[in-house]
Structure formats: structure tokens, C-alpha cells
């Protein structure tokens, strides 16, 4: 009980550190707003921010000043939060997938960890697809596992959604990841005598047919 009173004041702590700009010696600006910080900090926290920061000739280190301008600062300030408390501040809700890609980027494991929960129990027949290809371009490998199972056990909507051509037109390499997906729980051995499933290309071409045969 001790130690858990200790690390709750220290997230505080951190807490008013953060909040009341106790200090600061640096400045991050989004979207025409400022949010102060420590250096020190944010180099403990981020291996991204340390290598930014450890090294002199650096811009954001000759000014004090990094400029973001692929995030919201509503995103930004979350992850600065986290970086301090170790938690986020409220329920990330709409800022979860813009959540996730922030701490890829800046390489922070737990929170990234943390997105990735909440988008996986917040799975949809309409955001599945879209949370799949975000899943692999930022190698959320349980949200990617959970996003194939459920469009496995649902392929008569999920097929019919704008999310599933995306999946065709940009990103055949996720039908592949499908594919194997049955061929590992043994599927496609008890339809080899009738299709060839193991070829990415006629799956492709007959996406509709195998899920029609998928759900008998």
C-alpha cells in the first residue's frame, strides 16, 4: 500500500509539473498553440525525443522549439500527458487511431499498447477494414490478428462495406494475411479438391465467392 500511495504522488507530482509549466525549458507548437516541457522529460520518456534532443546541432535543440505539423494538438497534448503521467487524462475515444500513430512515432510502447486495446475492443463492421490497414502500417500486430478474425466470422457485411475495396484496391497484401489466416485453422485443405485457395490471385478475383463458401 505504501508504494502505490509513493507512485500516486509522484504521478501528481509529474502531474502539476506538467499542468503549472514548473520550469520548462521547452516548447512544442500545433496548430498555432503551445504546450511547455522538459527536456530531460521528454528524453527519459522517448527515444525519439532523446535522440532529437541529445544532439546539439539539432534544430528543435539550438531553439527549444519543435514545430508538429502531421498531428492535432488535442493528440499532441495527450501524448505529452502520457509522457509525463504514464496514463492518458481522459477516455481517448476519436483521438484513438491518431493516438496510435503518435506513439509509433515517437516510439512509446505502452501507450501505443494502450490505443491498440481500445481500437481492438472497439471493433466495428464499419471501421474494421480501415483499423486492419492502420494495424499494419504501424505493425499493431494484435490489432491486425483481431481485425482478420472478425471479418472472418462476419464476411457477408464486412465484404459489402468501402472498407473492403480499399482492402483490394490498395492493400491486397491484407487479403494474403486472410488467406493464411485460413489455411492456418485448416480451412482451405478441406476446399483444395475444388479451388486452388492457396493462390492470392484467384482470391482476389473471387473474394465474394469465398466468403459466401466460408459461411456454410
Known amino acids: 500500500?505504501?508504494?502505490?500511495?509513493?507512485?500516486?504522488?509522484?504521478?501528481?507530482?509529474?502531474?502539476?509539473?506538467?499542468?503549472?509549466?514548473?520550469?520548462?525549458?521547452?516548447?512544442?507548437?500545433?496548430?498555432g498553440r503551445e504546450i511547455r516541457a522538459h527536456r530531460a522529460i521528454l528524453a527519459a520518456r522517448s527515444p525519439v525525443f532523446q535522440a532529437m534532443l541529445m544532439h546539439e546541432l539539432t534544430n528543435e535543440t539550438k531553439s527549444g522549439i519543435?514545430?508538429?505539423?502531421?498531428?492535432?494538438?488535442?493528440?499532441?497534448?495527450?501524448?505529452?500527458?502520457?509522457?509525463?503521467?504514464?496514463?492518458?487524462?481522459?477516455?481517448?475515444?476519436?483521438?484513438?487511431?491518431d493516438l496510435l500513430i503518435a506513439a509509433d512515432k515517437y516510439r512509446l510502447v505502452e501507450l501505443k499498447n494502450h490505443c491498440e486495446k481500445f481500437l481492438v475492443e472497439n471493433l466495428s463492421n464499419e471501421n474494421v477494414c480501415q483499423l486492419l490497414i492502420l494495424g499494419d502500417l504501424y505493425n499493431a500486430e494484435r490489432l491486425q490478428e483481431r481485425a482478420v478474425q472478425f471479418i472472418l466470422q462476419r464476411p457477408k457485411y464486412i465484404t459489402s462495406t468501402p472498407g473492403?475495396?480499399?482492402?483490394?484496391?490498395?492493400?491486397?497484401?491484407?487479403?494474403?494475411?486472410?488467406v493464411n489466416h485460413f489455411d492456418k485453422v485448416g480451412f482451405f485443405g478441406n476446399c483444395s479438391s475444388a479451388f486452388d485457395w492457396g493462390r492470392n490471385d484467384y482470391f482476389k478475383n473471387n473474394h465474394t465467392l469465398f466468403f459466401s463458401i466460408a459461411q456454410r
Open 1 to 31: 500500500m505504501q508504494t502505490s500511495n509513493c507512485e500516486q504522488q509522484l504521478v501528481e507530482d509529474y502531474q502539476r509539473l506538467f499542468r503549472d509549466d514548473l520550469l520548462t525549458d521547452f516548447t512544442i507548437r500545433v496548430g
Open 66 to 97: 519543435l514545430e508538429i505539423c502531421d498531428l492535432d494538438y488535442e493528440v499532441v497534448y495527450e501524448l505529452i500527458y502520457y509522457i509525463y503521467c504514464g496514463r492518458c487524462q481522459k477516455e481517448i475515444g476519436d483521438i484513438a487511431t
Open 164 to 178: 473492403w475495396d480499399d482492402i483490394l484496391k490498395q492493400h491486397p497484401h491484407l487479403v494474403t494475411r486472410i
